[in-house]
């Protein structure tokens, strides 16, 4: 079945600085792959929609320049959080797919 | 407004009973309503997709309804097990966008 890796799984960084969070579909190919954040004991939110060769759409109140979507390729969507803060700090997964969507495992945040 | 809503309090159940979550919805009018299962610290894994014309889906020990009138799906696992004690969300596919909409979730808790 489809594969979606994330990686990594879990990442500690200082306040200021960028981190970068890779989304690969395995078996199958992904013109679209979405972005969602979830905080503790709250559902997904989708933030944007990765489009494959154009620019991402944000959902409302993501700010873009902040989190950075590149999807370059059509198994390779990454998501780079600039400046992180500590209020960024949060669960990010991805998925890929159609009709039943295929998540990555997604990747704790941890900003200190 | 449009809103998705699950029941937010955990749901306890016995070993081998029957579990049963909900999942309201307002505003919107999905082609098709879809559950997962995620585990701690993990992703969501699809689990069921039950399209606006069906009245039911089985899969295994799981049962899905979908009922356009009450706007509300239900989701059934029977003869449930230790094994199962996961959140459930139901998610929505809102408009042709491909992005999926998602309740808050259900945490079920099945105790031996």
């Known amino acids: 079945g489809a594969v979606v890796s994330q990686h990594p799984s879990w990442v500690i960084c200082k306040s200021g600085t960028s981190v970068k969070i890779e989304c690969r579909s395995l078996?199958?190919?992904?013109?679209?792959m979405f972005w969602y954040r979830q905080f503790p004991k709250q559902s997904l939110m989708l933030m944007a929609t990765?489009?494959?060769?154009?620019?991402?759409?944000?959902e409302q109140g993501v700010e873009k320049d902040k989190f950075l979507i590149n999807h370059a390729s059509l198994t390779l969507s990454t998501l780079t959080v600039t400046s992180a803060h500590p209020e960024d700090s949060s669960f990010y997964i991805c998925?890929?797919?159609?009709?039943?969507?295929?998540f990555g495992s997604g990747t704790r945040l941890t900003v200190v | 407004s449009q809103k998705i809503e699950q029941n937010s309090e955990a749901l306890n159940i016995q070993e081998g009973k029957t579990a049963t979550l909900t999942c309201n919805y307002t505003?919107?009018?999905?082609?098709?309503l879809q559950w997962y299962r995620q585990d701690p610290g993990r992703g969501p894994v699809f689990l069921l997709l039950?399209?606006?014309?069906?009245k039911e889906k089985r899969k295994e020990r799981l049962k899905v309804t979908f009922d356009t009138t009450l706007k509300q799906s239900l989701f059934h696992i029977t003869a449930s097990q230790p094994a199962d004690s996961a959140t459930y969300l139901c998610?929505?596919?809102?408009?042709?966008?491909?992005?999926?909409?998602f309740g808050q979730g259900t945490t079920l808790q099945v105790k031996p």
């Open positions: 990765s489009n494959e060769g154009s620019k991402a759409t944000y």
């Open positions: 039950i399209r606006e014309n069906e």
């Open positions: 998610a929505l596919l809102s408009g042709n966008t491909g992005k999926l909409i």
């Open positions: 998925s890929a797919g159609r009709d039943g969507y295929t």
């Open positions: 505003n919107y009018s999905p082609a098709y």
């Open positions: 078996d199958f190919q992904a013109t679209t």
